[in-house]
């Protein structure tokens, strides 16, 4: 199997994982939220090119403002014993290597402006789960964290190089990469 056929299984079994988290959340959380009065409506982004531009979920809050998340699920690192505690940390990805060429991930990426909350979620599936190929009846549970897009940008931006200047944290975050590699 060549690369490309690894990166088109990974990239599927990926859409496998996130299709399931977002069922869970549909049922578990989104659902709840519309019961409860927290929000009025959710629509789940089904088409690939929204999905893409970084919407997941656009929740309707009761002023009928509009909020896109993007839901970022740890699947790899999913537990399996409910008595252990989630991990105290998450990754945002800067950029990737994808045939020899680095480019830029998601938290930055202006490919995905769509997006104003990252919806962060943290597994508990069923022992035995392949956690490569996530099902939705492999979730036990979600521990989940709603964060503003542009706050955790500044956030990391400013750890990095001490402002938000975009331009000048991709310069520093691909010069500490290079620096790693």
């Not at 290597?97 to 069923?126: D, F, P």
């Not at 939705?136 to 989940?144: G, L, M, N, P, S």
Request: contains cysteine; glycine residues 4%; proline residues 1%.
């Amino acid at each position: 199997m060549d690369y490309s056929e690894r990166t088109k299984y990974n990239f599927e079994d990926d859409l496998l994982g996130e299709q399931a988290v977002n069922k869970f959340l549909v049922d578990f959380l989104y659902e709840r939220f519309k019961e409860k009065g927290y929000i009025i409506d959710f629509e789940v982004s089904r088409e690939l090119n929204k999905q893409h531009a970084g919407s997941d979920t656009i929740l309707t809050l009761k002023s009928g403002k509009k909020i896109v998340v993007d839901e970022k699920a740890a699947i790899h690192y999913a537990k399996t014993n409910s008595k252990e505690k989630a991990m105290p940390t998450f990754a945002f990805e800067v950029s990737y290597m994808y045939n020899g060429q680095l480019k830029e991930g998601w938290l930055t990426n202006q490919k995905y402006n769509a997006t104003q909350r990252y919806l962060l979620c943290w597994l508990w599936v069923q022992d035995g789960t392949n956690k490569s190929r996530l099902k939705y009846h492999d979730i036990v549970q979600i521990e989940a964290m709603f964060f503003e897009k542009t706050d955790i940008q500044e956030y990391i931006m400013n750890i990095v190089t001490a402002d938000t200047d975009i331009v000048k944290f991709h310069t520093v975050a691909s010069d500490k990469r290079v620096s790693l590699e």
